[in-house]
């Protein structure tokens, strides 16, 4: 089966096979540098972020430094290349001081037309400075900001106009190289990773494919059964599992082919042996005919003694055989598969059994005429045989057939007068050779019986056995219609004798 799913490319010739890229170490590469650059993004994000800040923040305190030399001084005294060299040094416009409630201009290139946007480096929130230090990155380059706030214990105020395009140039710079770090760290880790993980789990989980592919391809090789490591965790768990289920698999194997090669063997012997006491039987039949008292007295042992040797090596042969064909059903009248089945039993009327067909002649029913036949033929025989066996010729031997409709199916009892099943054969009830109800027998009638009611969707089952009564119950599907049903239980009620006596 697995020769036949590899060659129509539905299993791989081993684990090897698998493509690169639907293998788990490459998956286990790929999603490990995903989550990886997934938490990086997480943090590269306020870090770019924080990078805008503490660049306004320096450029800031840079002022204040210079305008505290400044205010000490005359900042009207600055010559026009000194506030130019100032201005150029910090990148600012224009650089402004503001304490108690009083605004300076230090520096001032040219004042100005507008200021795009405002910046209080005091008040900017965490989630502020993402966006406008995205906002920035994205929509920036042409804009000029005026960005203020304290620096470090001063009560002074002081404030810078800047284009952004320094910030812009400057952060793009930043989370260009802090992506390149990231994308290093993940495939560093995710080496990492997976060399840990394609050791722990990945490598014995291919073993275990392979193993276990092997082992489908075959069964019978003791070579191909998983060997497992030493190791206390899930995997040690699974490898010895494996290896446990391979090695009984492996036996079951053994026993189902020695089986098999003896049930081989064992149907050859009982058609050799059949064919011997077919002629057996012929020769006891010519015996039978002889007047001498002591061939009289002796040939109906032999008789019965090759009669059973008969039916074994015939009984053996049957359930030899292979699974039985489904059942062909159609509608049949069960009374008359009744009197066929009297018909075969051929009761010896010097027995005292009397046979009686209690079915109804008119009931139908939906099944296999032949398989339903050899069900009724099997629990009939092993009556008239359990029955025989009783010598007193006071006892009632009776075997009655009878029927019986409930809740959608029809259910048939086979009752005898017999002296009971013994509780050896209730044990193994329908076991092949296990639940036989007679010395000497094999117990393969009931098994049969069993495995063809079932094909029917039906079921078999002792009711009663012991104290003079043995009742075994048929139930099969009924598949007759509710018309059908009713004109049966109408034509039930005619058939109730009217002559009673009233009450």
Not at 48 to 66: E, H
Not at 86 to 108: F, Y
């Amino acid at each position: 089966m697995a020769d036949e799913k590899r060659e129509h490319g539905e299993l791989p010739g081993n684990a090897g096979s698998v493509p690169l890229t639907r293998g788990l170490s490459t998956k286990l590469l790929l999603l490990t540098i995903l989550f990886v650059m997934a938490a990086e993004v997480l943090i590269f994000i306020p870090s770019v972020a924080n990078f805008g800040q503490q660049w306004m923040r320096q450029r800031l305190q840079t002022v204040a430094t210079l305008g505290i030399v400044l205010m000490e001084g005359d900042p009207n005294s600055l010559s026009r290349q000194a506030s130019n060299d100032v201005l150029m040094a910090t990148g600012a416009k224009t650089i402004a001081v503001r304490d108690e409630g009083s605004a300076r201009l230090l520096v001032v290139s040219e004042m100005p037309p507008e200021v795009d946007m405002h910046i209080n480096l005091d008040m900017v929130g965490p989630l502020q400075a993402i966006a406008q230090a995205f906002d920035t990155m994205f929509f920036g380059g042409d804009r000029l900001l005026r960005i203020y706030g304290s620096v470090g214990e001063s009560r002074s105020e002081y404030e810078i106009v800047v284009p952004d395009s320094a910030l812009r140039s400057a952060m793009l710079v930043y989370a260009r190289n802090v992506a390149a770090l990231s994308l290093i760290i993940s495939l560093i880790t995710a080496m990492l990773v997976f060399y840990a993980i394609n050791r722990i789990m990945i490598r014995p989980i291919r073993a275990m494919t392979q193993s276990m592919l092997a082992f489908a391809a075959a069964p019978d090789d003791a070579e191909r059964i998983i060997r497992p490591e030493d190791r206390g965790d899930e995997i040690g768990i699974a490898e010895r599992e494996l290896a446990g289920m391979q090695q009984a698999l492996h036996r079951a194997l053994g026993e189902r082919k020695r089986l098999a090669d003896l049930g081989l063997a064992v149907s050859k012997i009982n058609h050799d042996m059949r064919n011997m006491l077919a002629s057996a039987q012929l020769m006891s039949d010519r015996l039978a005919r002889v007047s001498d008292p002591t061939v009289q007295s002796l040939t109906p042992r032999l008789v019965r003694t090759l009669d059973r040797a008969v039916a074994y090596s015939e009984g053996v042969l049957a359930y030899g055989r292979t699974q039985e064909a489904p059942p062909q059903r159609r509608r049949l009248r069960l009374f008359q598969l009744v009197e066929d089945v009297q018909a075969t039993l051929a009761i010896d009327p010097a027995s005292g059994i009397e046979f009686v067909n209690a079915v109804d002649p008119e009931l139908e029913v939906e099944a296999d005429a032949e398989q339903l036949f050899r069900v009724l033929s099997n629990l009939c025989r092993n009556a008239v045989q359990a029955m025989s066996g009783d010598r007193e010729a006071a006892l009632v031997r009776r075997l009655t057939l009878s029927t019986a409709r409930e809740r959608g199916a029809v259910r048939i009892f086979v009752s005898d007068t017999g002296p009971g099943l013994p509780p050896r054969a209730r044990e193994n009830l329908f076991a092949a050779f296990r639940g036989a109800a007679k010395s000497g027998g094999t117990g393969l009638g009931l098994a049969i019986a069993q495995e063809l009611v079932h094909a029917h969707g039906g079921e078999i089952t002792l009711v009663e056995s012991g104290n003079g009564l043995t009742v075994f119950s048929i139930t099969l599907p009924d598949g007759s219609t509710r018309e059908e049903r009713t004109a049966a239980a109408g034509a039930s009620r005619q058939a109730v004798p009217h002559d009673r006596p009233a009450p």
